[in-house]
């Protein structure tokens, strides 16, 4: 099996390295991996583990209820991200003349990432003007359709300023609904 997760739990073991990790974005389900290489993982990392279903495990919970999920037995374990985890893309733009000026504050979009459960915009700004600018209220509009923005915390993304002092620039990732 190779699975995608991110890693809530890491149990010791004399064997190499035991964690669990969760195996959805919503961290409804989880499985238990054994890495008999003993590979360094941290709670919160995202990984890629290539390995073989080698039966379940059962046990209790902190709160005493019986719970059974996968046990892989690790082959291959690589650190990854929260997007090719949880929220690969399907097809990425970089969109030509993707840009707005006006009285020395300038948009750009550099990229949009198409996600089956977001749309991704890569985005820089510049304020070469005296005064400060704000970015308050972003939407996205496809055809006559608008998308107001989302936030998506788990994902980590570079966070885009909403006010821009005079003469400073940033850049960061806007979340949106997904978009065809």
Known sequence: ???YGQVFNILGSDSGTVFQMYTDKDQNNFVIVIDPQGRSVNVDDYVLVKGVIDGAYSGENRM???LSCPKITATYVDP???VDAFSPTLKSVEPSGAKWSEDGLTIKIERVEFAENETREYVKLKNKSSDAASLYNCVLLQGEKQYDRTYD????YDELQDGLKAGA???GVITFPAIE
């Open 153 to 156: 915390y788990k994902g980590n």
């Open 169 to 171: 620039s940033d850049t």
């Open 80 to 82: 990854s991200n929260y």
């Open 1 to 3: 099996i190779d699975i």
């Open 64 to 66: 005493g209820a019986s």
